[in-house]
């Protein structure tokens, strides 16, 4: 079976939208858990998960946006699973660093990293498609 741009496109934004529920689902719980309708009422756990969910919004939806851009011009499907696999990975790390600690933490780290390498690799090659002769 031949797999499609579209198809692995699908695999990335799919895993990527569930990441991006979980953490939501832990942002409700920590407010059912200590009694916040409305911002993080100072208590840290509260303020860790909604970070988390937060920061997975402002990255995941750009880096989704350039692999479908990459998936349409049917750029190497290698790149595609490159770009995905670091964006869902970094995601899973930095969702579990920061749920774990406030602070500075490996999993927080690594996880920015390859969120920022997704992102970079993305953007780079839609570039290189854009201007691609031919």
Known sequence: MLITHMQVFALYAGLSGLIV???AVLVSRARRKYGVALGEGGHPA???AVRA???ASEYVPIV???LLTL?????SIWLIHLVGAMLVFGRILHGIGLHQ???LSVGRGLGMALTWAALLVAAAAC???ALKAG
């Open 53 to 55: 969910h937060g920061n």
């Open 127 to 129: 570039l290189f498609y």
């Open 101 to 103: 600690s406030a602070g």
């Open 71 to 75: 998936a349409s011009m049917k750029a």
């Open 46 to 48: 509260l303020q860790q």
């Open 64 to 66: 989704l946006v350039l």
């Open 21 to 23: 529920l979980i953490l």
